[in-house]
């Protein structure tokens, strides 16, 4: 079994943008997994970008490779603010982001990944097996679907998690009910409602938060009260695009409360005249039970304090992620415990190696460490860089230590001839 430097476990723009990183350093390294796999299995085609454009590029270690240069050589429109990126257009772009600066991706799945000695072992989908000196978990969302326990163990016929679409064609001329207040939901509500399905989105949240959309060509001083960033407008959004570092300085709690109380649930602006007046919402409603009754599922709520029951052919719950890195089945059980806190998130140093070293994460399963960038694209700029540094920097200690008992042992004696 040959053993690389360095494996990439996923090949979205997390995975893409470090192996382009470590590919420019002249680095050992191998990519696995579906290129842009997530983008083009499992987001709803004729879906439009949340994150602006400008901010919803790869990292690349030089320039001429942003979403701007992809539009540039291919005529298509581009603004940096106020342009919502068709789904369709960020997927090409991440293609051809991958055959400019990563290099051949295997797309295999990792079975299994196991700690034996100072090495990794993996066992692939094709039967083959890896080792490697270091591994870098890039996988996204993946695994960490949200459904609220009174919509889970009903038959995926009728209840699904909004992680899995993908193609809507199978809804058209159905009721399909969506349980969830924020962009997933929306989005999904939106398509549904254009595709001749009916949907009704169930919230919890007694308005919308609609964001307003943003403007280029503002005045300075509107600029500086509230400067455009990564995630949005303002200063603390600002803060918390470009300064994951210091983020992951804070105490833990404060960390915590950041990622409670920011971002919550919202709608972007372009969704707006798409959904209003347009998809029945049931605002304050909260799903207590649900059944199957005459191959439909009937969802009991509590709406303002009252109860009713919903009826659909289909419920997708729109109800969020949360990072268990337990979830991973290829994990193996001493692993996933060694790298994990309580919650099942990983514990991770300030170049986003976990407990174990040698094995690291990126992506969203970092956003409690380093904080909500890490949820989008936009941090793929912070995460790539710092990990691609520590990982030259590492192997190259590495091997300057196995040199060190060759050329530091003593002198054979010299014979006397
Ligand atoms: C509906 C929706 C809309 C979103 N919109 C935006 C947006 O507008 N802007 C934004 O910045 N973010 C958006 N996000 C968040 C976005 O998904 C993440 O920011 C980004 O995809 C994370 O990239 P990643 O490389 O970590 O993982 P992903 O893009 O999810 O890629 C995961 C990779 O892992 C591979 N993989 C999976 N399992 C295995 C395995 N066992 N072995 C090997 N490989 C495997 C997959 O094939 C894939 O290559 C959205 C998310 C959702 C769900």
């Known amino acids: 079994m040959s053993l690389t430097d360095t494996i990439i476990i996923g090949a979205g723009p997390y995975g893409s943008s470090l192996a382009a990183h470590l590919r420019a350093a002249g680095m050992d390294y191998q990519i696995l997994g579906e290129p842009m796999g997530a983008w083009r299995n499992l987001m709803p085609p004729g879906m439009l970008l949340r994150s602006e454009a400008f901010a919803s590029s790869l990292h690349a270690p030089r320039s001429g490779f942003t979403v ?127 595709l001749g399905a009916r949907a009704h989105v169930l919230m919890r949240e007694s308005s919308v938060v609609w964001h307003e959309r943003p403007q280029g060509g503002r005045h300075i001083l509107s600029r500086i009260k509230g400067p455009d960033a990564g995630l949005g407008r303002g200063w603390r ?50 799903v207590r039970s649900a059944a199957i009754e005459n191959d439909r599922v009937v969802l009991n709520v509590l709406t303002d304090g009252k109860q009713a029951r919903v009826s659909a052919d289909h419920v997708i719950a729109a109800t969020g992620f949360k990072t268990d890195m337990r979830q991973h089945a290829f994990l193996s059980k001493d692993l996933a415990d060694a790298i994990s806190n309580q919650g099942g998130m990983p514990d991770l140093t300030s170049h986003y190696e976990t407990r174990v070293r040698g094995l690291y994460v990126v992506g969203p399963a970092c956003a409690h460490s380093f904080g909500p960038v890490m949820r989008f694209v936009y941090g793929t700029k912070h995460a790539s860089p710092t990990v691609a540094r520590h990982i030259v920097g590492s192997l190259k200690a590495g091997a300057r230590q196995r040199a060190w008992p060759i050329a530091h042992a003593p002198m054979p004696e010299r014979s006397g001839e």
């Not at 100072?118 to 870098?136: H, I, M, N, T």
């Open 68 to 194: 701007e240069d992809y539009c540039r050589l291919k005529g298509l429109p581009y603004r940096p603010l106020g342009m919502a990126l068709p789904l369709e257009t960020f997927v090409e772009y991440g293609l051809w982001f991958q055959s400019n600066l990563v290099g051949e991706i295997q797309p295999v799945d990792v079975l299994a990944l196991r700690r034996v000695g100072d090495q990794f072992k993996l066992s692939l989908s094709d039967g083959r097996s890896l080792a490697a000196r270091k591994v870098v978990v890039a996988l996204g969302l993946k695994g960490f679907a949200q459904t609220p326990p009174a919509l889970r163990g009903l038959p995926e016929q009728y209840v699904t998690h909004s992680e899995l679409y993908g193609n809507l064609e199978w809804a058209r001329g159905k009721d399909i009910a969506i349980v969830g207040g924020g962009q997933s939901a929306l989005g999904l509500s939106a398509l549904l409602n254009e």
């Open 237 to 286: 959004s600002l803060f918390l695009s470009e300064f994951p570092g210091v983020f992951h300085m804070l105490d833990p709690k404060r960390r915590k409360q950041i990622m409670e109380h920011t971002y919550g649930a919202s709608g972007a602006w372009w969704l707006h005249d798409r959904v209003v007046g347009k998809v029945q919402i049931s605002h304050r409603t909260e």
